[in-house]
C-alpha cells in the first residue's frame, strides 16, 4: 500500500539581511530563508501559499524578481554565502534552478537583473571578494562577461536601469566609499560618473523613467534619502538669474546631465530600503509616482510629490512592542505593501479603498532562528514551536468562511532573553519550555488566547466559564518573566517596568504580526529550579500527571532525570544512571515507562512502580556488552503499543526494541533488539504512529531529509521527503498529531535547525 504526502503549512520568516525580499506585480513574493528560497503566492487562499527552493549550500543574501519589458516576472535570481547565483525559471508549473552562476571566490552578497531584450539577460552579481561580475545568456546557458574589479572596495547594492533614449543600459554601484558609481556599456562596463552627496554607505537603489529621465532614488545609513535625474543634457540660455553648473557624463555616444532633484529627510535611523511605484489617480487619468522607504528606525513611509514638486510623506507605518528593531527593506505589491524586519518576520498593509488608508494585514512568517522542538496539544488543536530566536509560537487551523481551512500562527506566548531548547504541552492550556538557563517555566494560556482560538479554530480548548483568570500578559521591561494581566487592570498605562502593554483584542482570524508581536503572550505560572546546567530536554507523561527534565551534563551526578508531580510542581525523584547529557526523553503512551537516551550512547527504561503511585525505578537498560549504537544517540520514540520503542543514533542506526516477559522478580526486564535499520548519515529524530493497520515510523536525519516507513518484520520504505518539502538543514523533532481514531487523516509535524516549522498530511494511496 503507498503512501501520499501533501504540504499543510509551512512556518519560517526571512533573512535578517536587507534586499532579502522582492514582491512582483503577479502577486508573488519571494525572499531567502536560511539557505532556501521560498515563494509566497499572496493570491492563495486555503491552502499552503509557499513553495521552497533549494539549490544553495549556504545563507541566502539577496532574492530579486527578474521584470520583463512588460512587466511579468517568471524568472528570480538568488545570491548566497556559498560563492554562487542561482536563476530560477518557472518551467512547466515548477520552479527549477536553470543557471549556477560560479566564479567568485568569496560570498555574494548583493545581485541585480535585467532584460536588455525580449529573451536577452543580463545578471551583475557583487562579492565580499571586491568584484562584481556581468553574466549574459546566450542559449539558455549563463556566460561570464566582465569582471569589475573594485580593488579592496566592497559593493553593497546594484542596480540597473535601460535609458530610454538609447535602449541601452546604465548600471549602478554602490560601494563602501558612500558613492554611487555609474557603468555605461561599450565592449566592457565602464565607469562614467560618480554619484556624490551621502555620508554614509547607500544600502538600496531603485529607478524609474519619467519623460525619457531616469529619476534614481538612493538610501543611506546616513538618514537621509536622495533623488537624482539622469537626463539628455539641453544647454539652456544663459540668463540674468543664478545658476548652478550641470554634471554630465557621456554614454552611447549621448552627452546626459545629473541632478540632485531633492534630499529626503524623514528617517531617525538607517535607512535600508527604497521602492518606487506607480499609482493611478482619480479616474486612472494620471499616473503619479510613490516612493517607499524603509529604516532601522522602526518605520516605512511613503513618499509622494505634490504639485509644488516638494516631495512629502503621505503614510507612515511602523512596528509596536518591545522586541522589534526596524525595518531592513520593504517591497510594493498589487494594492499593498510589505516590510520585512529585523526579527525577520513580514509586515503587510493592504490598501482600503473605503477609508483610503493603509491596514496591517495577515501575512506568512515564523522563527528566524533554528527551531529546537515541536510538540502538539494533548488532542491535537494546535501546534507549539519553540526556537533559537527566543520565542514560542502557537500554529492552529483557521476555519475561513469559505469552509477551507488554512494554518497560521496563531500566539507568541513567550518572547524570552535565552535561546529556547525544548518544551512540551501539560494540558491544552498549559505548556512547560526550557531554555539556555538552569530553570524550567511553566506557562498558561490566556482567557483572551481561549476566547480568540475558539473564534479562529471553532474549538473550545478548555472550559473557562467564570475563571477569573489573567486575560493578557506583558513583559517587564528588564526582566524574562511574562506578567499576568488581569481583567479589571487599567490596560491603558505603562508601569515603570513595563516595556509593552497588553491590550485584549476579538480575532475572527489570524493575528497580524504587530497583535502577535505585542498581544499574545502567555503569563509563567511557575519555575521549576534544581538542575545544575542548561535543561536540555523535557517530557510530559500522556496522563498529565508528570514531567520529566534533564541538563546538560558531563557527570552522572548532573545527568539525572529530576520527575516533577504536575499538581504541585514539587520534585519527587532523581533518577540516576547516565553519565553524560540526556539527549531526549519519552514517555510510552501509558504512562508506564520512561525512556531516556544519552551522549553516552546508551538508553535507559525507568518503569512506574504502581498505577498509584508516581515513583520510578530502571528496569532495563544497555551498556557496553549489549549496546548496538557506537555514537551519540540523538532520539527516542515509542510505538504506540508501549511495548517497543525506536532508538536512533548518530552512526545512523535506527534500532526497535521490543519487550519480553520478566524473567524474575528480582531481575530486569529484558528488551531485546527486534528490527535494526542502517543509513548512511545520523539520525536526528524519531516518530511513529498506527494507521490503516500499519505501523509508520518517520525519520528525521542530519540532512534534513524525512523518510517515512512501514515496520513490519522487515523496514519498508514508503517514501522519502526531500529538502524542498522536508528540511534543507538537521531535523530536530518530528511529531505525529494526536488521533481518536485509526481512520482520521495522520498529520506530520516537523521543525529543523533551518527554521522551518512544517505541517504534511499523510494519506494511504
Not at 64 to 69: A, D, E, G, H, T
Not at 607 to 612: D, F, L, M
Request: charged share 20%; proline share 3%.
Amino acid at each position: 500500500m503507498k503512501t501520499s504526502v501533501r504540504q499543510v503549512y509551512t512556518s519560517v520568516a526571512c533573512n535578517r539581511t536587507p534586499e532579502i525580499l522582492d514582491w512582483n506585480k503577479e502577486g508573488f513574493m519571494c525572499f531567502g530563508a536560511s539557505n532556501s528560497v521560498v515563494i509566497y503566492d499572496t493570491n492563495v487562499k486555503g491552502k499552503d501559499p509557499l513553495i521552497v527552493l533549494c539549490q544553495h549550500q549556504s545563507r541566502v543574501n539577496n532574492v530579486k524578481w527578474l521584470r520583463k519589458p512588460d512587466g511579468s516576472s517568471t524568472e528570480l535570481v538568488s545570491a548566497s554565502a556559498d560563492k554562487t547565483a542561482v536563476v530560477w525559471s518557472l518551467k512547466d508549473g515548477a520552479w527549477r534552478a536553470t543557471s549556477n552562476l560560479l566564479g567568485h571566490q568569496d560570498s555574494v552578497t548583493t545581485v541585480y537583473g535585467i532584460y536588455t531584450g525580449d529573451d536577452e539577460l543580463t545578471v551583475f552579481t557583487g562579492s565580499i571578494d571586491s568584484t562584481v561580475k556581468v553574466w549574459t545568456r546566450c542559449n539558455d546557458t549563463m556566460l561570464l562577461k566582465q569582471t569589475i574589479s573594485l580593488n579592496s572596495g566592497l559593493c553593497l547594492t546594484i542596480h540597473a536601469q535601460i535609458l530610454p533614449a538609447v535602449k541601452k543600459p546604465l548600471l549602478f554601484l554602490a560601494l563602501d566609499d558612500n558613492k554611487i558609481h555609474v557603468f555605461a556599456l561599450n565592449s566592457d562596463y565602464h565607469r562614467v560618473d560618480t554619484l556624490v552627496g551621502h555620508e554614509d554607505w547607500v544600502r538600496g537603489v531603485d529607478s524609474y523613467i519619467e519623460d525619457k529621465a531616469v529619476l534614481l532614488a538612493s538610501a543611506s545609513q546616513d538618514t537621509y534619502i536622495r533623488l537624482w535625474r539622469i537626463q539628455e543634457y539641453y544647454d539652456e540660455p544663459s540668463g540674468s538669474g543664478i545658476r548652478m553648473e550641470d554634471k554630465t557624463f557621456i554614454a552611447y555616444g549621448v552627452l546626459w546631465s545629473v541632478k540632485l532633484d531633492a534630499v529626503l529627510a524623514g528617517h531617525e535611523g538607517w535607512v535600508y530600503g527604497v521602492h518606487w511605484d506607480c499609482i493611478n489617480e482619480i479616474g486612472n487619468k494620471q499616473k503619479r509616482q510613490q516612493l517607499l522607504s524603509s529604516s532601522l528606525d522602526k518605520t516605512i513611509i511613503i513618499w509622494q510629490q505634490e504639485n509644488t514638486g516638494a516631495w512629502v510623506e503621505t503614510v507612515r507605518v511602523g512596528e509596536v512592542g518591545g522586541n522589534g528593531l526596524g525595518f531592513y527593506g520593504s517591497k510594493f505589491g498589487p494594492n499593498a505593501f510589505v516590510g520585512h524586519g529585523y526579527n525577520g518576520s513580514l509586515h503587510m498593509w493592504k490598501y482600503d479603498k473605503e477609508t483610503g488608508k493603509y491596514d496591517p494585514s495577515v501575512v506568512v512568517g515564523g522563527h528566524f532562528g533554528g527551531v529546537e522542538a515541536v510538540c502538539w496539544e494533548p488532542s491535537g488543536q494546535y501546534l507549539l514551536s519553540v526556537s533559537q530566536d527566543q520565542t514560542a509560537r502557537v500554529h492552529a487551523p483557521w476555519k475561513r468562511p469559505d469552509g477551507s481551512t488554512e494554518w497560521h500562527e496563531v500566539a507568541r506566548p513567550q518572547v524570552h532573553g535565552y535561546d529556547l531548547t525544548a518544551a512540551a504541552a501539560v494540558s491544552p492550556d498549559m505548556y512547560v519550555s526550557a531554555a539556555d538557563e538552569k530553570l524550567l517555566r511553566v506557562f498558561r494560556a490566556t482567557n483572551n488566547f481561549v476566547d480568540n482560538l475558539h473564534r479562529i479554530t471553532g474549538v473550545t480548548l478548555v472550559e473557562r466559564e467564570g475563571d477569573t483568570g489573567p486575560e493578557g500578559a506583558s513583559v517587564p521591561s528588564l526582566g524574562l518573566s511574562n506578567k499576568a494581566v488581569f481583567t479589571g487592570d487599567d490596560l491603558t498605562q505603562r508601569d515603570d517596568d513595563n516595556d509593552g502593554y497588553f491590550v485584549p483584542v476579538q480575532l475572527h482570524g489570524p493575528p497580524t504580526e504587530e497583535t502577535l508581536m505585542q498581544n499574545t503572550l502567555w503569563p509563567e505560572v511557575q519555575k521549576l529550579y534544581g538542575h545544575g546546567y542548561e535543561v536540555f530536554c523535557v517530557d510530559v507523561s500522556p496522563d498529565g500527571s508528570l514531567l520529566a527534565s534533564a541538563c546538560r551534563a558531563t557527570t552522572p551526578e548532573h545527568a539525572a532525570v529530576l520527575l516533577w508531580e504536575v499538581t504541585n510542581w514539587q520534585q519527587i525523584q532523581k533518577l540516576v544512571h547516565h553519565s553524560l547529557t540526556v539527549t531526549q526523553l519519552a514517555f510510552s503512551p501509558n504512562s508506564r515507562f520512561l525512556l531516556s537516551v544519552s551522549r553516552d550512547r546508551k538508553w535507559s527504561l525507568f518503569i512506574r512502580k504502581s498505577n498509584t503511585e508516581n515513583r520510578f525505578e530502571l528496569a532495563a537498560y544497555t551498556d557496553k556488552t549489549n549496546g548496538i549504537h557506537a555514537r551519540i544517540i540523538w532520539c527516542c520514540a515509542w510505538i504506540s503499543d508501549s511495548k517497543k520503542f525506536l532508538t536512533g543514533s548518530r552512526d545512523g542506526k535506527v534500532c526497535v526494541w521490543s519487550q519480553t516477559p520478566i524473567m524474575s522478580e528480582t531481575s530486569l526486564s529484558v528488551y531485546v533488539l527486534y528490527n535494526k535499520l542502517g543509513l548512511d548519515t545520523s539520525v536526528t529524530s524519531l516518530a511513529a504512529t498506527a494507521h490503516s493497520n500499519r505501523v509508520i515510523i518517520a525519520v528525521g536525519l542530519d540532512t534534513g531529509l524525512i523518510n517515512l516507513y512501514h515496520l513490519g518484520h522487515e523496514w519498508t520504505l514508503l517514501l522519502q521527503m526531500d529538502h524542498s518539502s522536508a528540511h534543507h538543514m538537521t531535523v530536530k523533532r518530528l511529531a505525529f498529531r494526536p488521533r481518536e481514531s485509526d481512520d482520521e487523516e495522520v498529520l506530520l509535524a516537523s521543525g529543523g535547525a533551518d527554521g522551518f516549522v512544517r505541517i504534511h498530511r499523510l494519506r494511504a494511496a
